[in-house]
């Protein structure tokens, strides 16, 4: 594409009035300050730690999930972050790469790396086993290890799992075991972002796995059922590591009602059955911030009002449950979850490149709903589905050079 395609291109894409995620692009650039430390840098922290279930490791309860964070991540592992978990499938294997350079720099047993295969984007559980074969899985553990640069991965996981029937499918299981077995894993896990205590509940009651990564906070709809799987999971001496803590960061699309992050993190942390949370921090005052709540994690009266936690409270917000209640509803068979985190990661979070990365796999037609002239979908959370889709789709616009949330 030429210089002048593109810069037309971006405009018509700004124009259009996709300022959310303009500013999401721009972001990075702006928030990137050197120099002179703030006073949430300066200030001595207090640290609470959880033992990570049967695995043994003393982790600080309030971890970091990683995104294109290599810029922070040198101040979080001398703020005293222990545990960083990324993804094989974050930018192309990117960030793993970036990863390598900074452990190498690094005292390697002080620090505990988790990282996954990529599996969310497959809603069904033949395709799934269909793509990701026997030999896929070896090759997505060996480059994760070469990315790295690592003798072994503290903990690897099959990220992104939607049915009981991956997490217990034996060609996985055989393979896994043989990496723990020979050192290159030392423990395994799932991660999942929906049908939450069924898939805990299988990957307890396995005997293979050691840790579950789970979508919890306080705007999931089965915020209790996954609470009661949780407890039961670590009963049985599971680690239980909780990502999507910040619900979406904001109350709307416009950025103008922030969530309060201290107190959405806080109110994950609450469940002591929960051993850590893996927050993702885009600069070092963010990072400062979450590692704050460390200092008393008991959740204020003012807190809890501005969580709404009363019924009926709640506004729609950005957060998907990824509950799937609207996918059969979709005469398109759009798959409506998915779309529905990209746009969470676009206007929540400021990862504009995720965003596209994730609606790339959701074989979106070119121009969405347009048969469609009103909506048959009913969402659970109260969303304007076919808003958010075509407002979403116009993120395919925009050249990839220019996402770089």
Known sequence: MSEKKVSKSRRNFIKSGFTGLTGAIIAPTILKKEGKASSLQEKKRKFVYRTLGKTGLKVPVVSMGTYNAIDVTNAALDAGITHIDTSADYNEGNDERMFGEVIKKRDRKAIIMGTSIGMWQYRKA???????????LRDYIEGSLKRLDLDYIDIYYLGGVYHKEIVLHEPYLKILQEYKKAGKLRFLGITTHG???ELIHAATDSGVYDVVLTAQNFRKK???????AIAYAAGKGIGIVAMKTQAGVYWDREKKQLINMKAALKWVLQDENIHTAIPSFKNNDQMYELLSVMEDLTLTSQEKADLKLEAGQSASGLFCSQCEA???QCPANLDIPTLMRSYMYAYGYHQPSKARETLDNANLAKVPCDNCATCSVVC????DVKAKVTDIA????????????
């Open 126 to 136: 033949e395709q799934v086993k269909t793509t990701i074969t026997e030999q896929k």
């Open 195 to 197: 049908n939450e205590p």
């Open 222 to 228: 089965n915020k209790d059922e996954i609470k009661e």
């Open 326 to 328: 609207c996918v059969p």
């Open 380 to 383: 659970s959370s109260g969303f």
């Open 394 to 405: 116009r993120i395919k616009d925009i050249p990839k050079e220019f996402l770089m949330g």
